[in-house]
């Protein structure tokens, strides 16, 4: 027996010993390679007699604690069955190794690495599969293999980035068989974010995935879900700029099925911000026009205006005059007429139309999203035109009103209606009388309120004033 080497504790708290196998492992791996060798590869039986020499031998290292013999044994037995294209043997060796009573996790993690080459591109992303010749049955071998590896490394922390890698590799084979929700399912199942031995860029490239998948699947609501997984402060970090790219992209997807123009508006902005795009010029011009064109669809609010005033101070905002001369027109208050001069360049962005029809709630009709962009855009324009008239009217017929934006009377009455239902603007209808009022009309409490404090103002302005001649006085005395 060769010097002990602690490997775990025993009963009694005593160290087992490690029984040296080293010189006999090496002897029966070459003997049976040997056999299998001799009988010219063909012979099924020589590599299961080949199989019980190393079954019987992997006993002993296992009992021994011989970890190094071990797992030597473990993939010679593995190299038998693969260099004899063997797959049904392979598949039963592996499931038969890995489940051996008090197996050691080393032995287990050297299967799942010794067969991931067979399977993956492992030099390259380490997840796409390897492709295969042979028909029908070499597909359906690779895949119970990699069927077999996720399920060893089920449960295993140690083998929780291998577990992730053929998940997606799973998910891969699906996809490229059509099955699009069954990809999405499987991997959903890894929650990626919680493991500590995958980078933090294959995180968030694994969560891109599931985002894509389930987005493809039409599951918007998990998608959304799966998005927060990701933090946003992470994409802002060097050499993340490509993620960053990819993950605003698609989550765009998400809110242009919920139709949030100022979110759409956000992620355009944060694609355009990214550095990688603002050294392409068709990029950053893509991204600004995007971030132009949904702000103006976004509803008015204090956010919606402070970064329509950001975005306008940008001096790249020139390079784009049509962007540049719409945003103006939103800035000032003053009346738009509509369409915009540019609105037709605008509305021709690529991101207007993505092909969708979305069924309206209670209605037999259909619209795409580039019409209901094209209603949006308007509404929009109408909205500020009736801001900028509660500027300058405290009451105004509704029939010039109607005048001033273009509209039918009865068009005008809704949009207001809209906008006071929504809060973003006071008005009052009096359809006998045919006047729209935009400001309230103040009780004798209200107008009785504000004279006395501007009465309380002006005594003392009065008060202040006769104490700076008081004070001059007397400087000027002395």
Not at 278 to 295: H, I, K
Not at 329 to 351: F, G, T
Not at 397 to 417: F, G, P, V, W, Y
Not at 454 to 473: A, C, F, P
Request: charged share 30%; aromatic share 6%.
């Amino acid at each position: 027996m060769s010097e002990a080497q602690p490997s775990g504790k025993a009963e009694g708290g005593q160290l087992e010993e490690r029984v040296d196998l080293s010189a006999e492992t090496s002897e029966k791996i070459a003997q049976a390679k040997q056999l299998v060798s001799s009988s010219g590869g063909s012979s099924s039986s020589a590599l299961q007699d080949a199989l019980a020499l190393l079954a019987a031998l992997e006993k002993r290292c296992r009992v021994g604690n011989d970890t190094p013999s071990l797992v030597k044994v473990c993939e010679a037995s593995l190299e038998l069955c693969h260099d004899a294209s063997d797959s049904e043997a392979l598949l039963a060796t592996l499931k038969t190794l890995s489940t051996r009573r008090s197996q050691k996790s080393k032995a287990i993690a050297s299967l799942v690495s010794k067969c991931l080459p067979w399977v993956v591109d492992v030099d390259g992303d380490g997840f796409t599969p390897l492709p295969v010749t042979g028909g029908d049955d070499a597909v359906k071998a690779r895949d119970a293999l990699v069927d077999e590896l996720r399920n060893i490394t089920d449960g295993k922390m140690y083998l929780e980035a291998e577990r992730a890698r053929l998940t997606r590799t799973v998910a891969v084979i699906k996809e490229s068989s059509g099955d699009v929700a069954g990809a999405a399912n499987v991997l959903q199942e890894v929650h990626v974010e919680t493991y500590g031995s995958i980078s933090k860029r294959e995180k968030i490239e694994f969560i891109l995935e599931q985002m894509r998948l389930t987005l493809q699947k039409k599951d918007y609501v998990r998608a959304y879900i799966v998005s927060n997984k990701v933090k946003r402060a992470t994409l802002d970090e060097e050499g993340m700029a490509e993620l960053k790219v990819k993950f605003y992209t698609l989550l765009t997807g998400y809110y242009k099925h919920e139709k949030q123009a100022l979110e759409l508006a956000k992620c355009y902005h944060a694609i355009y911000s990214t550095p990688s795009v603002q050294d392409e010029e068709r990029s950053w011009r893509e991204a600004l026009t995007n971030t132009v064109v949904f702000l103006c669809l976004s509803e008015y609010s204090n956010e919606v205006k402070d970064m329509m005033e950001r975005i306008d101070r940008d001096v790249k905002l020139e390079r784009v005059p049509e962007c540049k001369e719409t945003l103006k027109c939103y800035l000032k208050d003053e009346i738009m007429h509509y369409p915009l001069p540019h609105q037709a360049m605008l509305e021709s962005i690529p991101a207007f139309d993505d092909g969708n029809i979305d069924e309206d709630d209670g209605k037999n009709t259909t619209t795409t999203l580039k019409e209901h962009w094209h209603e949006t855009f308007h509404t929009r324009i109408v909205q500020h035109n009736l801001r900028v008239a509660s500027l300058y009217y405290r009451e105004i017929h509704t029939s010039r009103l109607a005048q001033l934006l273009s509209l039918s009377t009865a068009e005008t009455e809704k949009h207001i209606s809209q906008m006071v239902s929504s809060g973003t603007l006071y008005a009052k209808i009096d359809r006998p009388k045919d006047i729209v009022r935009f400001s309230k009309r103040r009780t004798e409490e209200e107008v009785l309120s504000d004279w006395a404090g501007d009465i309380k103002e002006l005594l003392g302005l009065v008060e202040t004033t006769t104490y700076l001649i008081q004070k001059e006085n007397m400087v000027q005395g002395h």
